[in-house]
């Protein structure tokens, strides 16, 4: 289901009180704003900034949703009492580019003036959430990246040290990716996935994947529940 009849549905279904439309719409929305890190892994895959990113929903029939649906759910959300999607779609407007966050998003046709916007008080949380998350992105993960390094907890490849040179250059790689024009700041995407599309052949030990894995995770964590 695309948002646009999903939002016309969750109108009509809290004004005019049918409880199995309703109920429906909030499963779908439930489903495309997971309050858990895991279920927002199965999810979404992909980086918020990727042109992929909701359209995972065409294959398990929930709903398909672009970014920057976010500002309608968010408004759905406020008006609706459906305080338990708003952290996600909080995060993902945060995600978007600024000019965005605080735009008008037309949902009816030219003829009338169906469009949805941000409070001022919502878009300063995503706009200062943005500014959080992007701090995070550059410090956090070349930090981490170069923490792992430094950490041969089980590594096979110590001898030789090639684990660790790999993670310095991985860092090298993700911090240059973040110079100008920067990428928005998606903190929930898996660095483990980031190093396998950028560097597929990488040549780190299934050891220090798996420590690289549980770090990585332990962090998102703690950013999911903030």
């Given at each position: ?18 409880p ?14 997971p ?24 294959l ?41 966050i ?68 991985l ?56």
């Amino acid at each position: 289901m695309d948002f646009r009849d999903l939002r016309g549905q969750t109108f009509l279904s809290f004004k005019y009180d049918v409880p199995h439309i309703r109920a429906e719409v909030i499963r779908r929305l439930r489903v495309a704003y997971p309050s858990t890190l895991k279920k927002w892994d199965a999810r979404y895959p992909f980086s918020c900034s990727s042109p992929k990113f909701g359209r995972l929903a065409i294959l398990d029939n929930t709903l398909t949703v672009k970014p920057i649906d976010s500002i309608a759910v968010i408004n759905l959300a406020r008006r609706f009492s459906l305080t338990e999607i708003l952290p996600a779609a909080f995060y993902i407007c945060s995600c978007l580019p600024c000019e965005d966050i605080v735009a008008r998003v037309q949902y009816g046709d030219s003829y009338t003036e169906d469009t949805e916007e941000l409070s001022r008080e919502d878009a300063l949380t995503c706009l200062n959430g943005k500014t959080q998350f992007l701090s995070m992105q550059r410090c956090y993960v070349p930090h981490s990246l170069f923490k792992l390094s430094q950490d041969s907890n089980g590594c096979t490849t110590i001898d030789t040290g090639l684990c660790a040179r790999e993670w310095e250059h991985l860092a090298t790689i993700f911090y240059r990716a973040l110079m100008p024009p920067m990428r928005p700041g998606d903190v929930l995407f898996s660095i483990l996935a980031w190093i396998k599309r950028v560097v597929p052949n990488h040549s780190l030990c299934d050891t220090c994947i798996e420590n690289a894995k549980n770090e990585d995770f332990a962090v998102r964590s703690r950013t999911m529940d903030r």
